[in-house]
């Protein structure tokens, strides 16, 4: 079965850091863009972070301001996302995504992406 697994996701107070990993379990993601998304309750669905397949090209969502860093480990199957200065409102779970992918380029627009993971919940709480 083809899934794409997250993990990573704490309580962790105002300030702090969380590191989210992306497994993929049945096939490689050496061929795959990946996206993380998040959904706060009663909020659509976001997109905040992607890298390309070959790991050359990311991008982050503006208003994130450098709090981010996205990165990947073709010998582990993994694609990690580093969240520091965490805050309140980034309470949500967050999602990754996968989008079959050789161009040099990937988009946080979450209609493209083929595959899904189920969410990691993220709660920053003092």
């Known amino acids: 079965q083809l899934q794409l697994v997250e993990s990573g996701g704490d309580l962790v107070q105002p300030g702090g850091s969380l590191r989210l990993s992306c497994a993929g379990s049945g096939f490689t993601l050496d061929q795959y863009a990946i996206g993380w998304f998040r959904q706060a309750p009663g909020k659509e669905r976001e997109g905040i972070s992607c890298?390309?397949?070959?790991?050359?090209?990311?991008r982050y969502e503006d208003s994130f301001e450098g709090r981010l860093t996205i990165s990947r480990d073709s010998a582990k199957n993994t694609v990690y996302l580093q969240m520091n200065s965490l805050k309140p409102e980034d309470t949500a779970v967050y999602y990754c995504?996968?989008?079959?992918?050789?161009?040099?380029?990937?988009?946080?627009?979450?209609?493209?992406?083929?595959?899904w993971g189920q969410g990691t919940q993220v709660t920053v709480s003092s």
């Open positions: 890298i390309s397949s070959s790991g050359g090209y990311s």
């Open positions: 995504a996968a989008r079959w992918s050789v161009q040099p380029l990937c988009t946080i627009i979450k209609g493209p992406y083929e595959k």
